[in-house]
């Protein structure tokens, strides 16, 4: 008997599964359409790899993350790629986002596929990279890349490897389903994982409300040391770290993952799937889904294809549009209502409440907080929800930050416990996407601060260099001066014996001379005698100095976006080698002209 | 089609406001009967007058407050403050004195602060406290004897003419000093054998309020199992006060003895019913704790040293003033951090 531990709070709701228990998994076949959005899950988004108007098969992939961290799309049937546009997509604000829509031509003909007969006789990265390539990414919330998750930290091993079959949420029996009903392909998924990642215990959490999936688990489980833990229903214990405290005990740290303390918690649905992928060779393009709620005639568990209209999975179980008043993606908890039918299913959709006026009627109106504590009491995460609501309500988000707002889960105990019916998960939001804002809003007046700062400091040590090069120049200059005045001194010195008048005369004579050079000069002579015959060292030495600054602050630069592993270090690489050359080349032209000076004056004696 | 759209969760458990305070008007029936049947017909007399009192005051301020009346009026908070001073005012209190409780209680401890939810002191108890200190003859000369309802109290009639009558002191024969006031005063100066043969202390602990303390103390637990109110408050309140008086008081010559501080006076209405108000307590359990224990703590304090004979009211305002300081230092732990994180930024914490 695994030992269980208790988690603070929690509620117990109606439970409302019953209805979509009653019926087998039945399959929803083809829809007319299928939308395919580019973004499916936590990371960046696929692009597409096919033209509109291109055939593409069944499995085939349509859509692949090339950089960055994500997992491919594939086309769930064989057909026609109509159009790669904005379509609605499931998300709480009901906005539009890329997708592709697929036109089924009916044939359902699959790409070749390659099975593995012996995972185990494979590298570890290749099956991940099976993984991977077959689009799987979490299937229970957020959806986080799979292949990702299962590759921890090299200094975080997983030592407990929990599958999450909790399904705490009213309505939601996806995973009860399935475990039901898939309870060989659960196992072989979570063995799979298990290979890969090698933990001393593997855990099966199931609350006791789903009899049929237990019995089905343990008999798929016999005679391995995959333990099947029976945990009280109380609502969130599928919650993650809820599952987590439940099953060892333990706290996964606040910011943290549970890889921190050795755990990892996988989805039902996503060990079907490494299990199909690992095993069949399919990719995920199809997932199943719950249909519940009072508008429906026939609810019930569908195998959906990816893809498909929620508006067409309505219609199979028997949707009463007079009858419906809220949509809910998700489920009563933590679901969003949607806006529109149209949009697709995803990879973590994993029901849907098509549910009456009377089902879920509208919250009574908000009255005062009476500080009763309620919801205190039915927190799971320990938060003080009163004091968040304040904050959050006087956008003191500074204090309701203090007060650990971003551990919120967002489970809805409180509200679903508040007798002054306050939607104080509504408020949490708030204040999270307000604090959001003003942090990215923070980071780059910084970013800009920091770019002043960089260039003002550039600009000062531009300065100081180049006032040091002026007072070089004018030391130098000086010296010349007084070494010509030392040599005057001397001439004068030496010729002090010479009659005046011959001195005289030859300030004559090189008077003339001068006139003679100046007319000469006067005259145009070729182009190219001038800058033979001036060669301009400064200038040339001062192109010199200044690509040789420029080429420190470029190699600064790049030193210290490797350190900070920036993205611009190509570029910052490109940009100092190109410095390099301009440096070299100006290094080149200054010992030309210097050269040139060395052996002119040689050359201006012989020919006057 | 256009869609509820609501933020989740889309679920929610209906206990409202309104239906809570039901709760506790219920749960404190047991009480009013036993004070009823061991006191005479002065605290249900003055239940309803306070309960009447308080819904007019707090719909004439809502209204001028343009407040929509109705709505709030049915949240049956004014019922359960007027109901809290009821139970609490002596049983041959004037007519005046409770109303000028009630008043104060609904119209400036409540009202003025900004209604439900904003008040920062037990309206129930700045009434009480405010017509204790300004009358204070009114309010120590007035309890009733204990005389068992069909055997010797005054009637139904005879008690609300005397109510409404206004007079500052009630007829002689009907009255009573309290068993904490005659402990109190007596003790000094007599041994507890002594002091204990005066016959408001009957043949038990204190004659009639040892019940009417056990009716409470069902009726609180019955809040407890509804999970209206936790265990934490009534648990620091009694446990402050049995700690104080086996700590400083265990003889019975010098000071009251655990058994009188338990079952005389207020205390059992005082620990489930009124140290519990939830907007003038502290909120974590932690904080709820040491908020019960002041109260015990001073009540025993206020009671052996003090000047007043039963003192719960003072003491539960004393501590509605520490409660923002008690929730600065008393924030649970949260999940996946190592300790608590203490007082607010901003706030010299």
């Not at chain 1, 491919?72 to 064989?78: E, R």
């Not at chain 1, 546009?85 to 003909?109: F, N, R, Y």
């Not at chain 2, 620091?236 to 700690?243: M, P, Q, S, T």
Request: hydrophobic share 40%; aromatic share 6%; with cysteine.
């Amino acid at each position: 008997m695994t030992h269980l531990w208790d988690f603070p709070g929690g509620i117990h709701p109606p439970q409302h599964k019953d209805f979509s228990t009653a019926r087998p998994i039945r399959h929803t076949g083809i829809p007319e359409r299928l939308i395919l959005p580019l973004q499916q899950h936590i990371g960046d988004p696929a692009e597409a790899i096919v033209e509109v108007g291109e055939r593409v098969l069944k499995g085939q992939i349509i859509a692949d993350v090339k950089t960055g961290m994500g997992v491919a799309v594939h086309a769930p049937t064989s057909g026609l790629i109509e159009s790669i546009s904005e379509h609605p997509v499931p998300h709480p604000s009901g906005m539009a986002d890329w997708c592709i829509t697929l036109k089924p031509d009916g044939e359902d003909q699959w790409c070749s596929r390659n099975p593995v007969t012996d995972y185990r006789a494979l590298d570890r990265d290749q099956v991940l990279e099976i993984i991977r390539n077959a689009g799987i990414s979490g299937m229970g919330g957020a959806g986080f890349p799979t292949n990702i998750k299962l590759r921890p930290p090299r200094d975080r091993k997983v030592s407990t490897l929990i599958l999450n079959g909790a399904e705490c949420e009213p309505y939601i029996t996806a995973d009860d389903m399935t475990m039901r009903e898939k309870a060989d392909d659960v196992v072989a998924g979570l063995k799979v994982m298990a290979w890969i990642l090698r933990p001393e215990r593997c855990v099966i959490g199931i609350e006791d409300n789903k009899p049929e999936a237990i019995a089905a688990m343990r008999k798929a489980t016999e005679g391995t040391q995959t333990e099947i833990a029976v945990i009280p229903t109380k609502y969130p214990s599928g919650g993650e770290k809820q599952l987590i405290q439940i099953l060892t005990g333990m706290e996964v740290p606040s910011g943290g993952i549970p890889a921190d303390i050795g755990v990892m918690c996988q989805n039902i649905g996503t060990a079907v799937a490494v299990a199909q992928a690992v095993l069949g060779g399919s990719p995920l393009i199809s997932r199943i889904v719950t249909i519940t709620g009072e508008a429906v005639r026939e609810p019930g568990n569908f195998e959906v294809l990816i893809g498909t209209p929620i508006e067409y999975l309505l219609e199979q179980a028997g949707i009463q549009l007079d009858k419906l008043s809220r949509l809910v993606l998700g489920g009563p908890m933590m679901g969003y209502t949607l806006t529109t039918e149209a949009i697709p299913v995803i990879k973590t959709t994993n029901c849907v409440i098509a549910a009456t006026a009377s089902e879920l009627p509208a919250p009574p109106p908000e009255q005062p907080c009476i500080r009763c504590g309620q919801c205190a009491e039915a927190c799971p995460m320990e938060l003080l929800p009163q004091q968040l609501f304040w904050y959050a309500k006087a956008t003191e988000f500074e204090k309701a930050e203090h007060l650990n707002l971003f551990d919120c889960i967002e489970c809805g105990a409180c509200s679903y416990v508040c007798p002054s019916s306050i939607p104080l998960v509504q408020y949490y939001r708030f204040a999270k996407g307000e604090i959001r804002v003003q942090r990215a809003e923070q980071l780059k007046a910084d970013h800009a601060r920091e770019r002043f700062e960089a260039r003002q400091a550039r600009l000062e040590r531009e300065r100081e260099e180049k006032e040091l090069r002026r007072k070089e120049r004018a030391r130098a200059a000086a010296e010349a001066q007084e070494k010509k005045q030392a040599e005057a001194e001397k001439a004068a010195a030496e010729g002090e014996a010479v009659d005046e008048r011959s001195a005289k005369a030859a300030l004559v004579e090189q008077a003339l001379a001068r006139k003679k050079a100046k007319t000469e000069a006067s005259q145009p002579p070729p182009a190219a005698d001038i800058t033979e015959e001036k060669p301009d060292i400064e200038s040339l030495e001062k192109q010199l100095s200044q690509a040789q600054s420029k080429l420190e602050t470029m190699q600064g630069m790049l030193d210290e976006a490797k350190a900070q592993q920036a993205d611009n270090v190509e570029k910052l690489e490109r940009a100092v080698a190109k410095n390099h050359d301009r440096v070299k080349r100006a290094e080149e032209a200054l010992t030309e002209a210097r050269n040139k000076l060395a052996t002119r004056p040689a050359e201006s004696q012989s020919t006057h | 089609m256009a869609f509820v759209q609501q933020s989740s969760p889309h679920a929610h458990k209906a206990r409202p406001t309104s239906r809570v305070m039901l709760w506790v008007m219920v749960a404190a029936l047991p009480g009013l009967f036993a004070q009823t049947l061991f006191f005479g017909w002065g605290n249900l007399i003055n239940v309803v007058f306070c309960i009447t009192i308080a819904v007019l005051s707090e719909a004439a301020l809502l209204r001028l407050r343009k407040k929509p009346v109705a709505f709030v009026i049915r949240d049956n908070t004014a019922a359960v403050t007027g109901l809290l001073l009821g139970l609490s005012l002596p049983q041959f209190a004037p007519w005046w004195v409770s109303m000028v409780a009630v008043i104060s209680a609904i119209v400036v401890a409540k009202q003025l602060y900004g209604g439900l939810g904003s008040n920062p002191f037990n309206p129930a108890m700045v009434g009480y406290a405010l017509v204790l200190v300004s009358f204070p003859v009114a309010m120590t000369t007035n309890w009733a004897e204990p005389a068992m309802l069909w055997d010797g109290a005054p009637g139904f009639s005879e008690t609300l003419a005397t109510i409404a009558s206004g007079q500052q002191t009630a007829v002689d024969g009907w009255t009573m000093a309290t068993p904490l006031d005659e402990y109190k005063h007596k003790i000094a100066s007599h041994t507890s054998a002594e002091v204990l043969t005066h016959p408001t202390f009957g043949d038990g602990i204190a004659k009639g309020w040892e019940w009417v303390n056990a009716a409470f103390l069902a009726g609180g637990l019955l809040l407890i199992g509804l999970r209206i109110i936790s265990w934490h408050i009534p648990a620091g309140f009694l446990g402050g006060l049995i700690v104080m008086s086996l700590a400083f008081g265990n003889n019975a010559d010098l000071y009251a003895p655990v058994s009188l501080h338990l079952l005389a006076g207020g205390t059992m209405l005082g620990a489930f019913f009124i140290a519990t108000d939830p907007v003038s307590a502290a909120t974590s359990h932690q904080g709820k704790l040491i908020y019960g224990a002041g109260i015990g703590i001073l009540i025993y304090l206020i009671r052996t040293w003090g000047n007043y004979p039963d003192a719960v009211a003072f003491s539960v305002l004393l501590m509605n003033f520490a409660v923002p300081f008690i929730d600065h230092y008393t924030p649970p732990r949260t999940y996946g951090h190592h300790k608590a994180r203490r007082g607010v930024p901003g706030n010299q914490g």
